[in-house]
């Protein structure tokens, strides 16, 4: 996603289950995948379904599929 300023960015779920806002940099995409190249550790969930409706602090449910 970009925000108003042409930032990409991506949900995260936090560690009380909340929407955290994180901007990255993107790196090489192909098809549906892109390399994030910064802006992640690399154990956060990012918000996959959804993200586009989600606002930042925000409760988050997991879903594992």
């Known amino acids: ?31 549906d995948q892109v390399l994030v190249e910064r802006g992640l550790a690399w154990n956060e969930q990012v918000v996959e379904k959804g993200a586009s409706r989600i606002v930042a602090g925000e409760q988050v449910r997991i879903i594992e599929q």
């Open 1 to 31: 996603q970009q925000d108003v300023t042409g930032q990409d960015f991506v949900f995260v779920v936090g560690s009380e289950g909340t929407a955290e806002k994180r901007v990255v940099e993107l790196g090489v995409g192909s098809g």
